[in-house]
């Protein structure tokens, strides 16, 4: 495994394995890798010849200044964990290197970035844009991995390659979890012991709303998601939203879509955590 902090390099070597028709796959990381990232590195290896994980912390997509500074960051750990997972190239540039000027490209890509977390977290999906894009004009995959876990950033991400014409076909991998349901996630570690032990209450609501939801509205799963998980005093629900998973627009009725995927972010203390669960189509109000 090559560890390359220059894109010239990088381009380099790619160049010379794209020249033997060998198949690249991208997983774009921020890096802090727990075992969510590595089934999108195992699928990745599987699927390609060559397998490029990017480790990057890209400030452009922070909107939330604590958040950059005291994101987890842990190379070491992660170049072990990539190597054993035979990835082929582990690319960790410096700001500098992405961003040899400031990035002034302003992304449009419509409504699927103007809601959710598009609408709570001003210019993150721009930054999204900003990075991956250039990864992928750096890297040029044949495939690229993606997590459910982040079930809105795929559809901006589809959304991206479709209007600039990126040749890339997008993989979306689905959520792994903890043993007691939790999503994983690279912010798990900043959560305290007691926050910790709080936190599977997210994933335990979502999968029983999807029971209760036999018969009800999707109104009545909303509150009973939001009041479920309020019930816990160290938890504050930002948003539960149930949205067409094509478009990511909220629906009223759960005739509205035949993918009805329920989205929630919620502050466990200070850490901000999120999850995702799709629904059955049997249970129209
Ligand atoms: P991040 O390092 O948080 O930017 O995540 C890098 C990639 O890993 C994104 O495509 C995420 O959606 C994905 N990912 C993060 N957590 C999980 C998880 N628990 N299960 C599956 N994929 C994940």
Redesign the pocket.
Known sequence: MKIVDKIKDLKAYLAKEKQDNKRIGL???????????L??VKRCVKENDICVVSVFVNPTQFNDKHDLETYPRTLDKDCALLQAANCDYVFVPSVEEMYPEPDTRTFDFGPVMQVMEGARRPGHFNGVAQVVSKLFYIVEPDKA??????FQ??AVIRAMVNQLHIPVEIID?????EADGL????RNTRLTPEQRQKAPLIAHTLKESVNFAAGKSVQDVINFVVKTVEKEPVMKVEYYEIVDGHTMQPIQNWSDTDYPVGCITVYCGDVRLIDNIKYALNHKA
């Not at 991995?145 to 982040?150: M, N, T």
């Not at 999503?183 to 690279?186: E, G, P, Q, R």
């Open positions: 997983v774009p990381t921020m890096g802090a890798l727990h075992a969510g990232h089934s999108l991995y993606f997590g459910e876990k982040d950033q795929i991998c689905p959520i792994m979890r999503a994983m996630s690279s």
